[in-house]
């Protein structure tokens, strides 16, 4: 798993091997499983991508909780984005892996 601390409300890439290679930001699989591993604020967390117009593109029925999380089916190749808001306090914590 890859663990991503977000301390504010915006756009983040889910990069494919973790935050130390941002560089590689591209899926190599074709599903992630993605878990919320702590969101105390309960702040809304959607998955998305990048679109062609190099925005957040948000999946349908995207949003997920902090009981649980999803698994994604975007094919080889996507920017695989999140879009984090309502955060006041405390972090959100995901966890992220490609299947």
């Known amino acids: 798993m890859i663990f991503k601390e977000i301390e504010a ?6 990069p494919a091997f973790g935050e130390d290679d941002t560089r590689r930001v591209l899926t190599v699989r074709e599903l992630t499983n993605i878990q919320i591993e ?22 349908h029925d ?3 909780t902090s009981d649980g999380g999803a698994v994604i089916t975007h094919g080889i190749g996507a920017r ?15 966890a992220y892996s490609s299947s």
């Not at 695989?80 to 995901?94: E, K, P, Q, Y």
């Open 62 to 64: 995207g949003d997920i």
């Open 9 to 14: 409300d915006g756009n983040f890439y889910l």
């Open 80 to 94: 695989l984005m999140v879009n984090v808001s309502g955060i006041t306090a405390n972090s959100v914590f995901l």
């Open 38 to 59: 702590s969101n105390d604020d309960d702040a809304t967390v959607t998955i998305g991508y990048e679109g062609s117009d190099e925005t957040f593109k948000a999946y």
